[in-house]
T-cell receptor, first 112, second 109 residues
């Protein structure tokens, strides 16, 4: 199993600002995923990040709002841009092969 | 739209009993099925995966898969209060996972 480190673990941000979340994996993985989990709800996939190519976004999520970088096989970032209170959520990074995904500890974001 | 359905619960069972958690999915092409446990305020933790029809056992956990019925379940034997958590079913679909809404399990002493 992969060990995934995600930071920051939590943040409180002003509306209109941006936050970049980092995700580091202890081994090389082909696919990394970014999810959002709103209180009391399940996980919603934001995008799939593959090294060397553009991220693939799910319906309802766009690159301008959630730009993603994947510079190598062990690291990815997700930026939440121009934040509003509706972006308050837990953001989770996951990684794995053949969709056997392991998760980082998550970033709890509050936008005020 | 591909969906994964779970009863949200809560499912309440006494300590020592068997907890049975169920999940149905809509994508007949799905090949891999996963159960995650999520404690409140924590990230999901993979506890079981199953690829083939039938049962797969790991300690107190048994995953059951019936692809014809598009049904996957998780049995927890000898349930403990520490098993109290939300259990998420996840199904593979074209290189990504689709998650159910989760079933909240409560094990009372």
């Amino acid at each position: 199993s992969a060990v995934i480190s995600q930071k920051p673990s939590r943040d409180i941000c002003q509306r209109g600002t941006s936050l970049t979340i980092q995700c580091q994996v202890d081994s090389q993985v082909t696919m990394m995923f970014w999810y959002r989990q709103q209180p009391g709800q399940s996980l919603t996939l934001i995008a799939t990040a593959n090294q060397g190519s553009e991220a693939t976004y799910e319906s309802g999520f766009v690159i301008d709002k959630f730009p993603i970088s994947r510079p190598n096989l062990t690291f990815s970032t997700l930026t939440v841009s121009n934040m509003s209170p509706e972006d308050s959520s837990i953001y989770l990074c996951s990684a794995g092969e053949a969709t056997e995904a392991f998760f980082g500890q998550g970033t709890r974001l509050t936008v005020v | 739209q591909k969906e994964v359905e779970q009863n949200s619960g809560p499912l309440s069972v006494p300590e020592g009993a068997i907890a049975s958690l169920n999940c149905t999915y809509s994508d007949r092409g799905s090949q891999s099925f996963f159960w995650y446990r999520q404690y409140s305020g924590k990230s999901p933790e993979l506890i079981m995966f199953i690829y083939s029809n039938g049962d797969k056992e790991d300690g107190r956990f048994t995953a059951q898969l019936n692809k014809a019925s598009q049904y996957v379940s998780l049995l927890i034997r000898d349930s403990q209060p520490s098993d109290s958590a939300t259990y998420l079913c996840a199904v593979s679909s074209t290189d990504k996972l689709i998650f159910g809404t989760g079933t909240r399990l409560q094990v009372f002493p």
